[in-house]
């Protein structure tokens, strides 16, 4: 029933962006990628499941780049089917110490760039008569570690935003939902483990033994095919009503 419709993924030249892209692919799903770094790999992989891909390399920190991008999928593929609000940065510091730019960049990226994507994708979801918004929240958006100041609170936003344009949008065939992984193996959260291994002076497996162990009881990492396949379920018939919700994929995490 996805065949033939159009996702962008925002941030899937990795991680999870680029595991979410791939499962919607398998569903003949056609793909606008986008995020920074190598986009021939990513795009190849893509297209090797038969179905048509592009890729827009817009700052999602950049109002006026998120307006190209939204023009780009408009004229390209026919406008966005499927929206997934996934790209998203890191910073970890004590609040005193945090950088007021990384703060400025992680409300942008990870929060502001939802509000913009949305607002543009919306009026045509609601012409064509069919939508799905998926917001890459996290656990952050449900509870707190420290040090993490500006994800917490984008992410908490994130989740407000989520539920908000869901009950906007409550009597319509569009619905808007966020998911919140635990930890996933991705090159966000490999710094974290290498910042965990050299202030305990111990080996990657350790430190990632340690990472989960602190905040995961499952000890295993969510991965971006689990994400995928519920993002995949999100987007089916089945969850036509599942409307504002924080999706937990966290080994427990926010069971605690
Ligand atoms: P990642 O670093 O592997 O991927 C991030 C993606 O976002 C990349 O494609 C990158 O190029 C893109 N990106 C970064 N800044 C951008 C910008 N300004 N404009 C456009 N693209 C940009 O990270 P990931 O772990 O896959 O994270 C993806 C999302 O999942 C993020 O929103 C993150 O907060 C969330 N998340 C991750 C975890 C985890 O444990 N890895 C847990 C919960 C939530």
New binding site residues.
């Given amino acids: 029933m996805l065949k033939g419709k159009t996702a962008l993924v925002?941030?899937?030249?990795?991680?999870?962006?680029?595991g979410i892209a791939l499962s919607l692919a398998r569903e003949g799903v056609n793909i606008v990628l986008?995020?920074?770094?190598d986009a021939e790999g990513p795009r190849a992989e893509v297209a090797a499941l038969g179905v048509k891909v592009g890729y827009h390399g817009?700052?999602?920190?950049r109002a006026a780049d998120i307006a190209e991008l939204m023009a780009y999928a408009e004229r390209e593929f026919g406008g966005v089917d499927i929206l997934v609000n996934?790209?998203?940065?890191?910073h970890v510091a004590p609040v005193q110490d945090f950088p007021p730019e990384r703060w400025d960049a992680i409300i942008a990226?990870?929060l502001s760039s939802a509000f913009h994507t949305t607002r543009l994708a919306l009026p045509t979801m609601q012409k064509k008569g069919w939508g799905r918004i998926i917001n890459?929240?996290?656990?952050?958006g449900l509870v707190a570690s420290a040090q993490k100041s500006a994800?917490v609170a984008a992410?908490h936003g994130l989740v407000g935003f989520t539920k908000s344009v869901a009950l906007e949008t409550a009597t319509s065939p569009v619905t808007v939902n966020a998911i919140?992984?635990?930890?996933?193996l991705?090159?966000?959260?490999q710094k974290q483990v290498d910042a965990r291994a050299a202030a305990d002076g111990v080996d990657n497996e350790e430190a990632k033994r340690r990472l989960l162990a602190e905040k995961q009881p499952s000890l295993q990492f969510t991965t971006?095919e689990q994400l995928g396949a519920l993002t995949v379920f999100l987007c089916s018939e089945a969850a036509a009503n599942v409307r504002g919700q924080a999706w937990s994929l966290d080994g427990g995490w926010t069971a605690q």
Wanted: glycine share 18%.
């Fill in positions: 925002t941030g899937s030249t990795s991680g999870i962006g680029l986008n995020g920074f770094g817009a700052d999602m920190s996934n790209a998203g940065i890191q990226i990870n890459v929240a996290s656990v952050h994800y992410k919140c992984p635990g930890w996933v991705t090159p966000l959260v971006p």
